[in-house]
């Protein structure tokens, strides 16, 4: 008899565990794997939220499947600095976008800086674990400034 009662009592929480997660929650994720990217590398950042099966797909270049298939290609380039912020997303269930703008800042042997601009989305899915991770991942520049 215990045991159900607490087994009742536990199931709401789980209910409420699961309503927790929010678009705020994806903004956040967003942004700290940004910080983790600059930080700790593109390979490292790409090896913690991205998803065993996540697919990539960058401008002018076939998509990416599987995450050894996305590691492969990861490097950071030098004098580069690649940083976003999330604009707006949803959530339902177990998955979830954002989508944002993006800069990539290059400085020159020169010390002049190259600076492109695009937007990106990424589509998390929550993992058995519990954790969100990307599944995919869609990027490209903006046209340059007239």
Known sequence: ???????????????????????EMLFALDREFVQYRLEHGTYNAFAKYLAPDAVTLPPGEAPKVGLEAVLRDARDRPNTTVTWEPEAGDISGEMGYTWG????????????????????ASIWKRQENGEWKVVVDSFSLNPPPE
């Open 1 to 23: 008899m215990r045991i159900i009662l607490v087994l009742a009592m536990l199931m709401p929480l789980s209910s409420w565990a699961q309503q927790k997660d929010t678009v």
């Open 101 to 120: 703008l993006f800069s990539i800042n290059t400085v020159q042997d020169d010390g002049t800086v190259d600076k492109q601009h695009g937007k990106y």
